[in-house]
Each structure stands twice: as C-alpha cells, then as structure tokens.
C-alpha cells in the first residue's frame, strides 16, 4: 500500500497538536489557545491606560499586586478595537521570554468554554485569504460541523515583535 506522504506529516504534525483548549470569541470568530497556558479568566474591569502605545495595548490592570499589560487581542490580530460588552473578559496568559514566562491579559469578546481537540480534527493553517496572518495560526480544529482558529500564540503574542511595535509606536509620535 503506497501512502501519501503529504497526508503522513499532516496527520503526524495534527497529533501534536491534540490537547485542551480554551475557546473565545473575537469579532465574531471562534478561536482557541492551548489552556496549558492560561492562568485564569477574569471579568473586564477597569484598567490604565499607557501613553504612546499601539491600538492593540489596552493598559495594564493591577492582579494581586502585579502589573498585568492587557492586549486587546482582536487589534493584535489586525481587526478593530474591542467594544466594551457584558461577557467582555481578560484571559491571564503566561508566554515566553528569554526563558521565562510573563504574564500577559488577553481581551476577548466572550470566552466559551475548554475543549479536548484530537489530532485528526486538526487540519493545517490555510494557504492563503482570511484577515489573520498564516503565522498566528496553528491549525483549523473541526469541532461541531464547524472551524475554530487555533492560534499559535509564541507567534501571536511574541513580546519582542509587540516590544518593537511598541517603540515604533513611540517613534511615530
């Protein structure tokens, strides 16, 4: 029996990717990270804003004592600004840098709720359309006759690429 190898590695990299994921809306759009990563979701409240930041940088929030940046995470992935609403949350998210982990806020619609995706509901980012850059994206999961966006967020949420984005920010001015 002659097997694809294209459709090998397909299945192969959609094993790695199985695991839990909480799922969000954004705009209207169903997404998902790997829950490992998330710490806790609380409910919008009031934050401060910094001057001299980018659309996508809300503020920062104050969590027991820590100084929390919150990443209105629509604007990261190039929509528009986060409208206020009733289930409007921030996602507590640890990502990486040099080695650590930081905590970040993720402002989202709504969150939905965890989800146990197999390997083989996990199709490969598309080539090509969509609004979001082919990077963020770790695969599409098929869950209940419909898509949900897993995004890859060591690429979505990479600090230094927001830090530069930042200063470019800054520069602007």
Do not use: W
């Not at 709720?113 to 963020?136: C, D, M, N, Y």
């Not at 830090?163 to 520069?171: D, E, G, S, Y």
């Amino acid at each position: 029996m002659n097997a694809d190898p294209t459709a090998n590695a397909a299945a192969a990299k959609g094993a790695d990717l199985s695991g839990q994921y909480l799922t969000f809306v954004l705009g209207g759009e169903t997404y998902a990270v790997d829950s490992s990563a998330v710490r806790e979701i609380i409910q919008y409240s009031s934050m401060t804003a910094v001057p001299l930041m980018p659309d996508f940088v809300r503020g920062v929030i104050n969590l027991r004592g820590s100084v929390v940046p919150v990443i209105d995470l629509q604007a990261r992935l190039g929509g528009s600004i986060t409208e206020f609403g009733k289930k409007t949350c921030i996602v507590i998210f640890d990502v990486p840098r040099d080695g650590e982990r930081v905590e970040l806020g993720l402002m989202v619609d709504a969150v939905s709720e965890v989800i146990a995706v197999p390997g083989s509901h996990i199709e490969p980012p598309p080539q090509f359309g969509g609004g979001l850059r082919r990077e963020f994206i770790r695969g599409m999961a098929k869950v209940g006759g419909r898509f949900v966006i897993l995004l890859e967020t060591d690429k979505a949420l990479d600090i230094e690429e927001m830090a530069a984005l930042v200063a470019q920010a800054q520069t602007d001015v």
